[in-house]
């Protein structure tokens, strides 16, 4: 059954600590992002890859670094640097261009 | 840069009657078009799209959006809602170019709740 698969759901952390959300997909899409949500804000844009080993920064990457080493994985690094880091993250990929977006569930960091 | 506003913040309506969820987009092109549906704590489903050809889309869920492109607008509807259509309701934009931007621009989102 294919799809994208975001753990963990729940994630809890110390202010001051890096944290890594992790991303997979099995639709074999060459086009991975990152989005992040927070109440009445909509989706912004955090970073963006298009291929294996090539990645863009969206809207609002600041204090958020990725990598793409697999087409399967696009991994989220939540750093110290990230002022407010408390939000809903989704993960999603496409097969490239203005197609639709397939999105994971979603992982919920809470940081304190 | 392009934008979507969804005017609704939130709508409840009652279950069985017609929905209409606005949404207005700023594009200098024609643009591609599309409405997601949130669950509580989950991600977003497509419910449609609008590429080109005929204005008026019909998706998942009994689900229709109408391009109108004098009002720079893409209106989801339905005509009887259920309860289990309670959601957050997205609308995105996308430049219309198939090589080119990889970045969808969503709306606020509208909350949809339904009164037995």
């Not at chain 1, 759901?9 to 639709?27: A, H, I």
């Not at chain 1, 060459?30 to 963006?48: E, F, N, S, T, V």
């Not at chain 1, 697999?70 to 993250?89: D, G, I």
């Not at chain 1, 261009?97 to 919920?108: A, C, E, K, V």
């Amino acid at each position: 059954d294919g799809g994208i698969t975001q753990s963990p759901k729940y994630l809890f952390r110390k202010e001051g600590q890096n944290v890594t959300l992790s991303c997979e997909q099995n639709l074999n899409h060459d086009a991975m992002y990152w989005y992040r949500q927070d109440p009445g804000q909509g989706l912004r844009l955090i970073y963006y890859s298009q291929i294996v080993n090539d990645f863009q920064k969206g809207d609002i990457a600041e204090g958020y670094s990725v990598s793409r080493e697999k087409k399967e994985s696009f991994p989220l690094t939540v750093t110290s640097a990230q002022k407010n880091p408390t939000a809903f993250y989704l993960c999603a990929a496409s097969v490239g261009g203005s197609n639709p977006l397939h999105f994971g569930n979603g992982t919920r960091l809470t940081v304190t | 840069a392009q934008s979507v506003t969804q005017p609704d913040i939130h709508i409840t309506v009652s279950e069985g009657a017609s929905l209409e969820l606005r949404c207005n987009y700023s594009y200098g092109a024609t643009p591609y078009l599309f409405w997601y549906v949130q669950s509580p704590g989950q991600g977003l489903q497509l419910l449609l799209k609008y590429f080109s050809g005929d204005t008026l889309v019909q998706g998942i869920k009994g689900f229709e959006a109408e391009f109108k492109r004098s009002q720079s607008s893409f209106n989801l509807r339905k005509p009887s809602v259920h309860w289990s259509d309670a959601a957050e309701y997205f609308c995105a934009v996308a430049p219309y170019s198939g090589a080119g931007s990889y970045q969808l621009t969503f709306g606020k989102g509208t909350k949809l709740s339904v009164i037995p």
